[in-house]
């Protein structure tokens, strides 16, 4: 494996796996099906991804048997790891909370004090602590955080919530919130001493990028009558001037123009109403800003 190729780490089997794949695909790398080996190689591109545990995806990076790592934040922080977070990706987004038995109503963070709070973040959660001049008791679980309370071996518990389904099955909820997290790439601090990789990372982030621009915008087309030109530019963003084509029918334009993905339903009735017709919003794959 001493090819000079680019290593990354992603999770074997877990929330980011295959939003990470697709990721890497959006970049355009040509990426064998990854089922059950450890290692793939791109076929067009000199990289190599590793697949590993999450937990262990820090350390790796941080030691460099991978050059970079995709892993939730959540890990990154609470492994310690002495590497460089470079990019939030925009998935994998969840929440590290404090949950309490449903029954249970508790209102402060003072009524923390003495209790007994499993989780497998221990780190994070004494730092919450710490800053909260709360004293209270972690009790360190590795996997299944969220039966502590029912066996009776913690009070409460400090765990991962994405959908919110793990806390509901155990009768749990949410009290509050310790740390917010989403996917990131992680990268070893001394890939810059070797330039060759250094300028694939480079590549690699600059695909990213444009595939992450891509995924907060739409390209929207449609027929306006020649006369509601004016009314349909002052609807649109003004981030950059729409294409204006003319069309068969002397009396109508086509206009077209990329727009934050999240804005076509504030605005579509305003088109309308303006006599926009044929409304088409394409999905941009990849978008070099
Ligand atoms: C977390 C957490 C819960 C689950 C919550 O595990 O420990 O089991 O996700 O998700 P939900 O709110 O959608 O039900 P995670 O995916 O981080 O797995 P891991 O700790 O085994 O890596
Ligand atoms: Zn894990």
Known sequence: MINGNLKLAVQKSG?????????????GLDIENYSDRLIVSARN?????????????????????????????????????????????????????????????????DELNGKR????????????????????????I?????????????????????????????????FTNVFDSEAVLICNKNIEQDSEKFMKLKNLIARIESALNARTSKYLMMNIPKTALAQIREILPALKSPTILPLADETMLAVH??????????IQDDLHEAGASGLLLIPIENMIL
Do not use: H
Request: glycine share 6%; net charge negative; aromatic share 6%.
């Open 15 to 27: 929330r980011l796996t295959e939003k990470s794949m697709q990721l890497l695909r959006t970049c």
């Open 45 to 109: 591109f000199d990289l190599d991804l590793l697949f590993l545990r999450d937990d262990d995806i820090p350390e790796y990076v941080q030691d460099g048997v991978a050059d970079i790592g995709i892993v939730g934040e959540n890990v990154a922080v609470e492994k310690e790891a002495d590497v460089e977070i470079i990019k939030k990706l925009g998935y994998g987004k969840c929440r590290l909370v404090i949950a309490v038995p449903e029954e249970k109503n508790i209102m402060n963070l």
């Open 117 to 140: 709070i499993a989780t497998s973040y221990p780190k994070i959660l004494s730092n919450f602590f710490g800053n909260n001049k709360i004293d209270a008791k972690i009790i360190q």
């Open 142 to 174: 590795n996997g299944s955080v969220e039966i502590a309370p029912s066996l009776g071996i913690a009070d409460y518990i400090c765990d991962i919530v994405s959908t919110g389904n793990t806390l509901k099955l155990n009768k749990l909820k949410k």
């Open 257 to 266: 123009a990329v727009i934050p993905s999240d804005m076509f339903w504030q």
